[in-house]
């Protein structure tokens, strides 16, 4: 039985509603999708980090571990090198030792020289007296005792010259003892001890420092220990993120080929609803498509006249060297028709908010997603927030996404896409985004994108 008009125009109808149905579901989960892609990248590459540093740390335990054994064989050497020096300091204590001993031997002997040459002063000098009693003895005699006068003048003369020689010695040995002496204390002050001299000093000095370097030995050794585990740990890591890596690999291969899949059936339903709507059937869509159109012609003539004015040349329409607005987040750019954009896209963009209450957003934008002038709600200036920065500043923006580019670089009549629109601070809204191209000087230069919630 054939359809009449009416009830062909109404499957037709609830086939665009279906249509329309179909490309909400294939956007969330196209979205959705996307958002699990952006997160398994960043988990990817926090592995990829996470890898690096690990092969660090197993790199620098292995350093740690191998100046460790250095350091321990080097103490090893050093400690008997020490050892032996202070060996050799021992004999030089017990060399010092026997100097002050033999440096008081001879302060002894000095002594005893000192009394003999007394003893033999002494001598000297008695006998001295009896030759001179001899001799008084010898001239009382007359000629008998002349002989015997003679011996006594011999005997005097040789008591005079032992005495002088006694006088030297006792001189001499004075001096030697008072340098002796001093040598001694020299010796005692450098080298000696009040309880145990040299040797005793030397001796607590190697105890001293056999325990000291013992203790740094074995710490040394505790050190090369520890990075021993150190490196086993980081080894069993290594190979836990590794075998994680490969699994988030293939998680990340498997969600791409998904991510593909729905992005073609959300491509497959936004044809569907284009097809429809170029068939002539009114849909739900036809009044925002005329609506933008018309907007996107307005504005590319509106730009013309600025050409032709003189007030921007061509080429400066279209500029394409964004430079970076400093300290912007997200990162915002200008150009040089910026001012002309300012002054004549507001009253158009701000006008097709009124077509539906339906209506989000209203902004035309280059080949290149770039956003120069957005509707007044979304182009407060920055704060200090870049969540906040993101959902109420998005002019001066490029949104280069998937839907942007589309939209920028259509050239057909208009192009309708469904997406999840990023409001900030993890937000996401549904919505539709129909386009129309703006061109200037038959030059296509972007377009004007018009943003809608589901009805």
């Given at each position: 039985?054939?359809?009449?008009?009416?009830?062909?125009?109404?499957?037709?109808?609830?086939?665009?509603?279906?249509?329309?149905?179909?490309?909400?579901?294939?956007?969330?989960?196209?979205?959705?999708?996307?958002?699990?892609?952006?997160?398994?990248?960043?988990?990817?590459?926090?592995?990829?980090?996470?890898?690096?540093?690990?092969?660090?740390?197993?790199?620098?335990?292995?350093?740690?571990?191998?100046?460790?054994?250095?350091?321990?064989?080097?103490?090893?050497?050093?400690r008997?090198?020490?050892?032996?020096?202070?060996a050799?300091?021992?004999?030089?204590?017990?060399?010092?030792?026997?100097?002050?001993?033999g440096?008081?031997?001879?302060?002894v002997?000095?002594?005893?020289?000192?009394?003999?040459?007394?003893?033999?002063?002494?001598?000297?000098?008695?006998?001295?007296?009896?030759?001179?009693n001899?001799s008084?003895?010898?001239?009382?005699?007359?000629?008998?005792?002349?002989?015997?006068g003679?011996?006594?003048?011999?005997?005097?003369?040789?008591?005079?010259?032992?005495?002088?020689?006694?006088?030297?010695?006792?001189?001499?040995?004075?001096?030697?003892?008072?340098?002796?002496?001093?040598?001694?204390?020299?010796?005692?002050?450098?080298?000696?001890?009040?309880?145990?001299?040299?040797?005793?000093?030397?001796?607590?000095?190697?105890?001293?420092?056999r325990s000291?370097?013992?203790?740094?030995?074995?710490?040394?050794?505790?050190?090369?220990?520890?990075?021993?585990?150190?490196?086993?740990?980081?080894?069993?890591?290594?190979?836990?993120?590794?075998?994680?890596?490969?699994?988030?690999?293939?998680?990340?291969r498997?969600?791409?080929?998904?991510?593909?899949?729905?992005?073609?059936?959300?491509?497959?339903?936004?044809?569907?609803?284009?097809?429809?709507?170029?068939?002539?059937?009114?849909?739900?869509?036809?009044?925002?498509?005329?609506?933008?159109?018309?907007?996107?012609?307005?504005?590319?003539?509106?730009?013309?006249?600025?050409?032709?004015?003189?007030?921007?040349?061509?080429?400066?329409?279209?500029?394409?060297?964004?430079?970076?607005v400093?300290?912007?987040?997200?990162?915002?750019?200008?150009?040089?028709?910026?001012?002309?954009?300012?002054?004549?896209?507001?009253?158009?963009?701000?006008?097709?908010?009124?077509v539906?209450?339906?209506?989000?957003?209203?902004?035309?934008?280059?080949r290149?997603?770039?956003?120069?002038?957005?509707?007044?709600?979304?182009?407060?200036?920055?704060?200090?927030?870049?969540?906040?920065?993101?959902?109420?500043?998005?002019?001066?923006?490029?949104?280069?996404?998937?839907?942007g580019?589309?939209?920028?670089?259509?050239?057909?009549p208009?192009?309708?896409?469904?997406?999840?629109?990023?409001?900030?601070?993890?937000?996401?809204?549904?919505?539709?985004?129909?386009?129309?191209?703006?061109?200037?000087?038959?030059?296509?230069?972007?377009?004007?994108?018009?943003?809608?919630r589901?009805?």
């Amino acid at each position: 039985m054939p359809y009449d008009q009416g009830q062909i125009h109404a499957t037709l109808s609830e086939f665009v509603r279906q249509a329309g149905g179909l490309g909400r579901e294939a956007a969330d989960i196209a979205g959705a999708l996307d958002d699990l892609g952006a997160i398994n990248r960043s988990q990817s590459e926090a592995f990829d980090k996470l890898f690096e540093d690990i092969r660090g740390m197993v790199s620098s335990n292995q350093s740690i571990s191998h100046e460790a054994r250095e350091a321990e064989t080097l103490a090893g050497q050093t400690r008997g090198r020490v050892e032996s020096a202070l060996a050799e300091t021992r004999m030089l204590a017990s060399a010092v030792s026997r100097v002050e001993e033999g440096i008081s031997s001879v302060g002894v002997a000095l002594k005893q020289v000192a009394r003999a040459a007394d003893e033999i002063g002494q001598i000297a000098f008695q006998t001295r007296i009896v030759a001179f009693n001899a001799s008084v003895e010898a001239v009382r005699a007359g000629e008998a005792g002349k002989g015997f006068g003679v011996v006594a003048d011999a005997v005097k003369d040789l008591a005079q010259r032992v005495q002088s020689s006694s006088q030297l010695i006792s001189n001499t040995v004075s001096q030697l003892d008072q340098r002796v002496e001093a040598l001694a204390k020299e010796v005692e002050a450098e080298h000696g001890g009040k309880q145990g001299g040299a040797e005793a000093a030397v001796d607590a000095a190697i105890e001293a420092f056999r325990s000291a370097f013992g203790a740094v030995a074995a710490k040394i050794h505790h050190i090369s220990s520890q990075a021993d585990g150190n490196l086993t740990a980081c080894d069993n890591v290594l190979n836990a993120v590794q075998a994680l890596d490969k699994d988030v690999e293939t998680s990340s291969r498997t969600l791409e080929a998904s991510r593909g899949r729905a992005h073609a059936l959300l491509g497959l339903s936004e044809n569907l609803i284009e097809i429809t709507t170029h068939s002539g059937l009114e849909t739900e869509d036809s009044p925002y498509i005329s609506a933008v159109v018309e907007a996107a012609n307005e504005i590319g003539l509106l730009f013309e006249d600025a050409v032709d004015d003189g007030r921007i040349s061509l080429n400066d329409l279209f500029d394409e060297n964004y430079l970076p607005v400093a300290g912007s987040n997200p990162a915002q750019q200008t150009t040089r028709y910026l001012r002309l954009s300012d002054a004549v896209l507001p009253p158009i963009q701000e006008s097709m908010l009124n077509v539906s209450p339906q209506v989000v957003f209203c902004a035309a934008i280059d080949r290149n997603g770039y956003l120069p002038t957005h509707n007044l709600k979304f182009s407060k200036p920055q704060g200090r927030n870049p969540e906040w920065n993101a959902a109420n500043c998005r002019n001066r923006r490029i949104f280069n996404d998937r839907t942007g580019l589309a939209a920028g670089r259509n050239e057909k009549p208009f192009l309708l896409q469904t997406y999840r629109r990023d409001m900030g601070g993890g937000k996401h809204v549904l919505m539709k985004d129909l386009s129309a191209p703006i061109y200037i000087k038959g030059r296509h230069w972007g377009g004007l994108r018009l943003g809608y919630r589901f009805e």
